[in-house]
């Protein structure tokens, strides 16, 4: 082996140590956040009781409930996984992305029972408004709707990454961003949940790809198709 030349085993525990940084960096503010809404810090609880009264009368004056339900009904995540892991079939299959694949689906499976195991453990109440435009079961922080679009886009970006052009690069993070903020912004006007609870669903969300691709996958990882190996 060459002089300065890195053995798999220590790349390997690099990376594994990025990501495990990358998530940490990730997961305080989310935790922070948690244990405000657990103590019912005051501040916060009054600003998010403020900003959902005001974005359901919002909502209730534009007439937009209706199309806000329709956005709620296509964005549940059983449907964003389902279609994500059809990409991720195609990926394996049709462009021999087998890496890239089998980690983005095993990364929305852990991230799934992550956000679910998170709002078991918070324990906030969805918020209560008079005149409800929605009904959601569960608790609300934090938000499974925007802590699942936030898994799902990431993962569907890093998975097609190598397969785009500069101009796709570019168009992908774009739309990725554009409709997490919308679903997120939809949960918040049709008052299921605080806007901490979408805010902490998208850093979780982000976190988790994030860090997993640090350690699992990293800017200098192979891959197995003939493209691009690598983000640019």
Known sequence: MAVGTASPAVSRAARLARGAVAMVLFVVPVLLLGFAVRQKFDPLIRL????????????????????????????????????????CL????????????????VTMMVAWNVGLLAKVLVHRARPVVEDPISHSPGFS??????????????????????????????V??????????VVGLDRIFLGVHFPSDVLAGYVLGVGITFSSWLGFIGKTSATSSSGPSHPA
Do not use: C, M
């Open 48 to 87: 998010d009781n403020d900003l959902i009264r005001s974005a359901t009368d919002f909502t209730r004056e534009h007439g937009i409930g209706d199309t806000l339900v329709a956005l709620q009904g296509i964005s549940q995540p059983f449907l964003l996984y389902l279609l994500a892991t059809g990409l």
């Open 141 to 170: 922080f934090p938000s499974g709707h925007a802590f699942n679009v936030a898994v799902v886009v990431t993962v569907v970006v890093f998975l097609l990454w190598p397969l785009l052009s500069t101009l796709g690069h570019r």
């Open 172 to 181: 992908s993070v774009v739309l990725a961003a554009v409709f997490a903020l």
């Open 90 to 105: 195609w990926a394996w299959l049709a462009k021999d992305l087998r890496s890239r694949a089998l980690w983005a689906f």
